[in-house]
């Protein structure tokens, strides 16, 4: 073997070794990462804030309470059956339950029947437009808009009991 082919072979070698550990260490690196950065929390438009949601008019609604879902949802359709008994257990029509959820309404009414969740009216808009980053997220809004109380995320026994409580007023 040629002197400088060995010192190449072994340049190769130790060239290859350093890449093996630079890719191991941005791997694990990642992994640490991962583990001790902030989780993320779920929003929804804080308590005191506005809903603006073209062709409501919250006056004449009274109480609403808006159930943000989107097609696809597990944690949604997972909620639909507390959605059902919430409905059922609401005196006359109120609180009035709109179903806001993006996509073609033919299609979004179709996804609602189907998974037995039932409202007064269905709004099509983007989960951007009320400023919703998760689904399913609950809003009660008053005659003025203002946002009362908000749920996000499958609800547990507990949380489904303040639900029905401050939105079929039942303190």
């Given at each position: 073997?040629?002197p400088?082919?060995?010192?190449?072979?072994?340049?190769?070698e130790?060239?290859?070794n350093i890449a093996?550990?630079l890719?191991?260490?941005?791997?694990?690196?990642?992994?640490?990462?991962?583990?001790f950065?902030?989780?993320?929390?779920l929003?929804?438009?804080?308590?005191?804030?506005?809903?603006?949601?073209?062709?409501v008019?919250?006056?004449?609604n009274g109480?609403?309470?808006?159930?943000?879902?989107?097609?696809g949802?597990?944690?949604?359709?997972e909620?639909?059956?507390?959605y059902?008994r919430?409905?059922?257990?609401?005196?006359g029509t109120?609180?009035?339950?709109?179903a806001?959820?993006?996509?073609?309404?033919s299609e979004?009414?179709r996804?609602?029947?189907?998974?037995?969740?039932l409202?007064?009216d269905?709004?099509?808009?983007?989960?951007d437009d009320?400023?919703?980053a998760?689904?399913?997220?609950l809003?009660?809004?008053?005659?003025?808009?203002?946002?009362k109380?908000?749920?996000?995320g499958?609800l547990d026994e507990?949380r489904?009991?303040?639900v029905?409580?401050?939105?079929l007023n039942?303190?």
């Amino acid at each position: 073997m040629k002197p400088t082919t060995g010192r190449v072979r072994r340049s190769l070698e130790i060239a290859a070794n350093i890449a093996i550990i630079l890719v191991a260490t941005v791997i694990v690196g990642n992994f640490v990462w991962s583990k001790f950065r902030p989780k993320k929390t779920l929003t929804a438009p804080p308590v005191g804030s506005t809903v603006s949601l073209s062709g409501v008019d919250w006056e004449k609604n009274g109480s609403t309470l808006l159930m943000v879902l989107q097609e696809g949802c597990r944690y949604c359709e997972e909620s639909a059956p507390f959605y059902q008994r919430l409905h059922d257990q609401r005196s006359g029509t109120q609180p009035r339950m709109v179903a806001v959820i993006p996509g073609e309404k033919s299609e979004t009414v179709r996804y609602l029947t189907d998974h037995g969740v039932l409202a007064d009216d269905v709004i099509n808009t983007s989960l951007d437009d009320l400023k919703v980053a998760s689904t399913p997220t609950l809003l009660l809004v008053d005659q003025s808009g203002i946002v009362k109380g908000a749920w996000v995320g499958k609800l547990d026994e507990k949380r489904e009991k303040e639900v029905v409580q401050r939105a079929l007023n039942l303190h």
